[in-house]
């Protein structure tokens, strides 16, 4: 197949077509917004003089050189590929050692979504089912409960990948997929295939759970990126909150009773190795379904098992919950950190992965247990099932704390330690030109914007180098 020629464009043009290509890229597949201006501004600084506005809204990525005025490119959604997303950071930093031309480098990202491999899909089915099996299996479920847990997950995502292709609404895909495992889950309990109902149900939604969107949220509130951060964590609470509707839906319609049945969970038989090795497992299942290149699935899961590990030893050696996730959390950032640097990979994508083992899955469980039966005895209100609930909620609010506050102080830390404020090297000095002088701050509205993302009254995140 014979790549399209470029039309012909000012070089000055062609730079700002190459800055804006490759930050719709990375936005779209789910970078940081802080990385996204970093990798943006490094590369212009090592192409021109001119000064760069970098513009990064929820649904697009704007690009202007000196006065031109900016090129905007749009973002239909945020999706995840480990790949692709190295693959881009790659060709900016070959441009930033002058290894690559513009011209080339633009081609190249307008084929890096075509020529970058995906996993087969029935591998990804079959391992983030495998995956489910071992998250039930770490969190107390048996033998039955792990089974059907598996499938439920591997059916979800299935079902999910053709709504997707079918152009269904982004939120419809979490709750179909939440409801076809819990309806099954409910089944295999009142068939007599498992007793612990509560993991059946639960897990299959746990493997829904937006972790890249939630970490990056957070990344970009550190870094003062508000309006991102509002947008990635309202994306995330929608996905969330259509996953809890999926599970009421699915409990509704098997158990249709005044209460949720509660049995069966007990992690307390595991020993440090098959913990460690279930942990592997779950992080191996999230790093494909990423499509990390496997030669980076195996770092991913040494960073879920270090973390899942150390939980399990401080959880032995008397800590709280709390605080042995926040330490579990931190190995973690840490590992996925240095992995991210070596390898130009996502950290947020690669981080949750290596987490996601340490999700509270019972306290969420017993949480929208709790706010169902509530809700289903309106009027009758037990101050003991109150209590119990908002106790879980809380329980499960503090756990996800700790561990999203450990994997961000981890990743943050060798940041530090290298002397890098960013996830991502930054050229060295022997590559830029000569830098420009800071420009002077600008009046508002004397940064030229888009028509179209006025109108659409898209949140942005601006920075000029």
Request: overall charge neutral; some cysteine.
């Amino acid at each position: 197949m014979t790549a399209t020629p470029l039309p012909e464009m000012s070089p000055r043009r062609l730079r700002t077509e190459l800055l804006v290509h490759a930050g719709r890229l990375l936005l779209e597949y789910n970078e940081s917004t802080g990385a996204i201006h970093r990798a943006l501004t490094a590369t212009a600084r090592a192409l021109t003089d001119d000064t760069c506005r970098v513009a990064v809204y929820y649904g697009s990525v704007t690009v202007s050189l000196a006065e031109e005025a900016p090129a905007l490119m749009p973002v239909r959604e945020l999706r995840y590929n480990t790949a692709v997303q190295g693959r881009v950071h790659a060709i900016l930093e070959q441009v930033r050692r002058g290894e690559l031309e513009p011209a080339a480098a633009l081609a190249r990202l307008g084929r890096v979504e075509a020529d970058t491999p995906r996993h087969p899909r029935w591998v990804a089915v079959l391992v983030l089912g495998v995956a489910a099996a071992g998250l039930a299996a770490l969190l107390g479920a048996d033998a039955g409960a792990a089974a059907v847990a598996g499938l439920s997950t591997g059916l979800g995502l299935l079902v999910r990948q053709e709504l997707g292709r079918r152009g269904w609404n982004l939120l419809a895909l979490p709750l179909s997929a939440a409801f076809i495992g819990a309806v099954l889950g409910g089944l295999a309990f009142r068939l007599g295939w498992t007793r612990s109902a509560e993991l059946v149900l639960i897990v299959p939604a746990l493997m829904l759970v937006p972790g890249p969107h939630l970490i990056n949220g957070v990344f970009d509130l550190i870094d003062n990126h508000l309006p991102m951060s509002v947008a990635r964590l309202g994306l995330a609470a929608g996905i969330l909150l259509a996953s809890a509707l999926g599970v009421v839906l699915g409990v509704e319609l098997v158990f249709p009773g005044p209460g949720l049945p509660e049995h069966g969970a007990d992690a307390g038989g595991l020993i440090l190795a098959y913990d460690v090795l279930l942990a592997g497992v779950v992080t191996c299942g999230f790093a494909v379904l990423y499509n990390t290149p496997w030669a980076q699935v195996g770092l991913a899961a040494a960073g879920g098992m270090a973390g899942h590990g150390l939980r399990f030893l401080t959880l032995g050696a008397g800590f709280s919950l709390e605080a042995a996730t926040f330490l579990g959390g931190l190995a973690v950032g840490v590992i996925s950190a240095w992995m991210a640097r070596r390898s130009k990979s996502p950290v947020a994508v690669i981080a949750f992965a290596g987490a996601v083992t340490m999700m509270p899955g019972l306290h969420i469980y017993r949480s929208l247990a709790g706010a169902l039966q509530l809700a289903r005895g309106a009027g009758q209100t037990d101050s003991a099932v109150v209590a119990a609930t908002l106790g879980n909620a809380l329980q499960a609010w503090l756990v996800v704390s700790g561990l999203a506050l450990g994997v961000i102080f981890g990743a943050r830390a060798v940041l530090a330690l290298a002397g890098e404020r960013g996830l991502r090297m930054m050229p060295s000095p022997d590559h830029h030109p000569t830098k420009p002088s800071p420009a002077a701050p600008a009046e508002p509205g004397t940064h030229p914007v888009s028509a179209t993302c006025l109108t659409e009254g898209r949140t942005r995140d601006t920075a000029d180098c």
